[in-house]
């Protein structure tokens, strides 16, 4: 998949509704950034392209064919890998065996290229590990199954900023290499300075979109989307 697209989607919970009318496009070899406040929606717009919740409407396209009605499974199918906020390890496996239930060979090689660290951690248990390697294992697990499109929620949360600064860089090696990369991001400083296009939501609206660098030079402009303004 070459490119993700998001027209005019709304999600709700519970009946409510939580995302309105929002349109973007995650392009392949790009880092997208999506911030905004808390509650804002910005993990129910994550979990709804993933196949986590329904959309209520508006149309999500996977170059240019509908995959609204795929279920989780043959979205991930489709190359759409959703990292999940909370470090979800398999906290009684090694690292190794975190690797193997999703996939091995090349592919999870491949993924470890990434994070060297990994590599002197294969055989402790991923619940020994500190947060910070825990991240690098869900992402290298996310990676391990060659994903098109990689949808990566708070990967920072509960990390020191240094090691949001080591996890970032692969962030955007993924994107060169050709993934389409969405991040929802609580360090939006440091997101931004990896991104390519930036998306502000509040209170389940854009309030801005486009391209990273304005958002980097000018503080209050990121204020003012966060804002509403």
Avoid: C, W
Avoid at 192 to 210: F, K, M, N, P
């Amino acid at each position: 998949m070459k490119e993700l697209r998001l027209d005019a989607v709304s999600v709700g919970r519970g009946g409510a509704p939580i995302v309105r009318d929002v349109g973007l496009t995650v392009p392949a070899g790009e880092v997208t950034v999506l911030l905004g406040p808390n509650g804002a929606g910005k993990t129910t717009l994550l979990e709804a392209v993933a196949g986590v919740l329904p959309i209520t409407s508006g149309r999500l396209t996977g170059d240019g064919d509908d995959i609204a009605g795929l279920d989780r499974v043959r979205r991930a199918r489709r190359g759409i890998a959703l990292v999940e906020q909370g470090r979800t390890v398999f906290a009684q496996l090694t690292v190794a065996e975190n690797l193997r239930a999703v996939r091995r060979g090349p592919a999870a090689d491949r993924a470890l290229e990434l994070f060297p660290e990994l590599r002197k951690r294969m055989d402790v248990r991923a619940g020994l590990l500190s947060g910070g390697e825990q991240q690098m294992v869900v992402l290298a697990r996310a990676l391990a199954m060659s994903p098109s499109v990689l949808l990566i929620d708070e990967m920072s949360l509960g990390l020191a900023p240094v090691i949001v600064k080591r996890l970032l860089p692969a962030v955007r090696a993924l994107a060169d290499g050709g993934v389409a990369v969405l991040l929802v991001e609580q360090f939006a400083t440091l997101a931004l300075e990896i991104a390519d296009t930036a998306h502000v939501l509040a209170g389940g609206r854009l309030t801005h979109s486009g391209p990273a660098a304005p958002l980097r030079k000018n503080p209050e402009l990121l204020q003012a989307a966060y804002l509403g303004t």
